[in-house]
């Protein structure tokens, strides 16, 4: 089993930046791609980047390109998103999650517990 702990969400205006911290342990957190999804008000749970095992490899839904940036220390077992030009649209619950057969947006295995991202305008 991997159990996920995400940190470092919280309340900012429009055009700030958050950075979200996930933290791994129970199995080998390199042999895994991570992710992070996020889930507004009524709305289904959407993906938003991952990172593969080695963080060589990026990928991210489009309305995110060129504000996050996802990326990993595996010497840490830990997973980060940079969040900057934050919009209202981007509050949400933001979930990190492992997969061991899904990257870069397909199943993923374990989750997280969630964080509180919110964007004020």
């Known amino acids: 089993q991997v159990q996920l702990v995400e940190s470092g969400g919280g309340l900012v205006q429009a055009g700030g930046s958050l950075r979200l911290s996930c933290t791994a342990s129970?199995?080998?957190?390199?042999?895994?791609?991570m992710g992070w999804f996020r889930q507004a008000p009524g709305k289904e749970r959407e993906f938003v980047a991952a990172?593969?095992?080695?963080?060589?490899?990026?990928y991210y839904v489009e309305s995110v390109k060129g504000r996050f940036t996802i990326s990993r220390d595996n010497t840490k077992n830990t997973v980060y998103l940079q969040m900057n030009s934050l919009k209202p649209e981007d509050t949400a619950v933001y979930y990190c999650?492992?997969?061991?057969?899904?990257?870069?947006?397909?199943?993923?295995?374990?989750w997280g517990q969630g964080t509180q991202v919110t964007v004020s305008s």
């Open positions: 129970g199995r080998t957190f390199s042999s895994y791609a």
């Open positions: 990172i593969n095992w080695s963080g060589g490899g990026t």
């Open positions: 999650a492992a997969t061991y057969s899904g990257y870069p947006a397909g199943e993923y295995h374990y």
